[in-house]
């Protein structure tokens, strides 16, 4: 989990596995009563990427 800035408001950040290693990113805006999905990937990302 972290923060990131979406349309101007810090968000915390979240992450959903989904397969063995798939991921999604999403942000919870409860102000707007939306979730901002900010990143998908097939496999676990290295740190170094």
Partial sequence: MGVLCVHGHDLEQWQFEFTAGGRIWYCIDDAARTVWM???SPGHPKATE
């Fill in 38 to 40: 900010t990143d998908a």
